[in-house]
């Protein structure tokens, strides 16, 4: 063979090479990892060598099929243009930035970029984190908005783009704070200028909360189409840690929304989940329970697409619970099937990497750097489904034995179903309870760090509630004392 035509026969096979491992959101064997903010460094300070690398440093196998960089963290800053902190990898104080505007230079990330999307992986930019400043005034903000991303991280044109000439595939959405009212007018003109632009594909993911509808996102799901939703099965009562009740655990409730609810029938649920015990307050399992309860999700519902770990740095350092993660829930190179539970092998310890950079974060409690503690979330969001419209009869829902006759209501109410029957009947409907702010009802939501009067005690939420009685079996609420 002539070595012109040795030459064209290896260029197919990198073709083919490259089309087999390309990213598929059709998949149920997808893992997605959090990359950005230094979550492992933030809990251990003094482990340099174990830091956060940089992007292109988890792109070398292909455990990880999507990344979104975490956060675009400030929505609206100097001259108009949004910010970004990736921790000790790029940030405002150490990259400098654009003339007139509060982005930092992370051109240097171009190429890492690049290399991580030529090995199949997607690589979208992540919007919100714990603190994020995310709010539009007006369905016509947030459709500039939309432009604003497109230029600076999509396939747009501008002189002040972060990663450079590097086109990311997409945007997530992990808003854990503000008003998200018009964000649907965001995502429709990403969605608008993707299909005026042609050729490349672009995806739209979110990270609600496990709580079904989730406080900030709920809304925004039901209006825009989503590809991939990455549930956060921890730092709440619905997390991984209480899989195993019935009462707490909701997959179900986010494939019926997938199903019946969510504007593309097609959309993936993922099972979120922190990748060490360290990134987050609650919900870390071992690689074999999370690999075994993803197969068993994966054999339920068909709407499961994979799991989502936070974050990079965390998974590396735990022995690569991405790779034991990937390794136990993937399946042949057929596409999206089916298999029965199995056990992943796990290893204590720490592994050792080699690290850059000198900037460390602070946790999610007080920045957008990590998600290591449980996020406090307003009680006034549109999330308290018995009282919706004020047409719920607690004693109709407490006694139905089937569906719910209320076809006004969007909801899904088997969950709050099963939270009512953990209260004996009695407490049920006369709990005598005022919260701090002195009203006089207690059958409402509550999440991590509210605080109620119960029997003459102060109580503090740990994680989401609805209706459980402080003191009672879930041990949801943390007993202050006398008050």
């Known amino acids: 063979m002539s070595p012109l035509r040795l030459a064209s026969a290896l260029s197919a096979l990198c073709l083919i090479a490259l089309q087999v491992a390309a990213y598929d959101n059709s998949r149920s064997d997808n893992l997605a990892v959090y990359w950005g903010q230094n979550s492992y460094g933030a809990t251990h300070t003094n482990d340099v060598a174990n830091w956060q690398q940089s992007i292109g440093y988890y792109c070398q196998d292909d455990s990880i099929d999507a990344i979104p960089i975490a956060f675009l963290n400030i929505f609206q800053s100097t001259g108009g243009y949004p910010s970004i902190n990736l921790a000790n990898t790029c940030n405002t104080d150490d990259n400098g930035v654009f003339p007139g505007t509060s982005l930092p230079n992370c051109t240097f990330l171009a190429s890492d970029i690049e290399f991580c999307q030529s090995r199949g992986k997607i690589v979208t930019i992540s919007l919100g984190g714990a603190t994020g400043s995310a709010t539009f005034s007006s369905a016509d903000q947030a459709t500039a908005f939309g432009d ?34 018009y964000f649907d007018s965001f995502l429709a003109r990403i969605r608008q200028l993707a299909a005026a632009a042609g050729g490349k594909q672009y ?25 991939a939703v990455y549930v956060q099965f921890y730092n709440n009562w619905c997390g991984l840690q209480n899989y195993d009740n019935i009462w707490a655990w909701d997959f179900s409730s986010w494939d019926n929304w997938a199903k019946t609810l969510s504007v593309n029938p097609n959309v993936k649920i993922y099972i979120g989940a922190p990748a060490s015990s360290t990134a987050a307050g609650s919900g870390y399992v071992d690689a074999t329970t999370l690999a075994n309860i993803a197969l068993q999700q994966r054999a339920n519902y068909s709407s499961f697409g994979g799991v989502m770990l936070w974050d990079a740095s965390q998974a590396y350092a735990n022995n690569r619970y991405d790779a034991q993660i990937k390794n136990a829930i993937r399946i042949g190179s057929g596409g999206a099937t089916s298999s029965s539970p199995t056990t992943a092998a796990t290893t204590g310890g720490t592994s050792s990497t080699s690290s850059t950079g000198a900037t460390t974060t602070t946790t999610k409690a007080t920045s957008t750097t990590t998600k290591a503690s449980t996020t406090t979330k307003s009680t006034t969001t549109s999330t308290s489904v018995l009282h919706h419209e004020g047409n719920l009869d607690h004693e109709s829902i ?41 009203t006089n009802e207690f059958d409402s939501q509550y999440v991590g760090g509210n605080r109620v009067t119960y029997n003459g005690h102060l109580w503090t939420a740990k994680w989401w509630t609805y209706n459980d009685v402080p003191g009672g079996p879930a041990g949801v609420w943390a007993d202050n004392g006398p008050c």
């Not at 044109?157 to 595939?169: H, I, M, N, Q």
């Open 398 to 438: 407490l006694d139905h034995e089937g569906g719910f006759d209320h076809p006004e209501d969007d909801y899904d109410f088997s969950h709050v179903y099963v939270y009512e029957q953990r209260l004996p009947r009695s407490q049920r409907m006369e709990l005598n309870h005022h919260d701090s702010q002195g």
């Open 203 to 227: 995806y739209v993911t979110g990270a609600p909360q496990c709580p079904y509808p989730d406080g900030y996102l709920g809304t925004v799901l039901n209006l825009a189409s989503f590809d």
């Open 148 to 181: 604003t991303i497109w230029n600076l991280f999509l396939g747009g044109s501008s002189s002040l783009r972060p990663f450079g000439g590097a086109v990311l595939d997409g945007v997530d959405l992990d808003i854990e704070g503000g008003n998200t009212q």
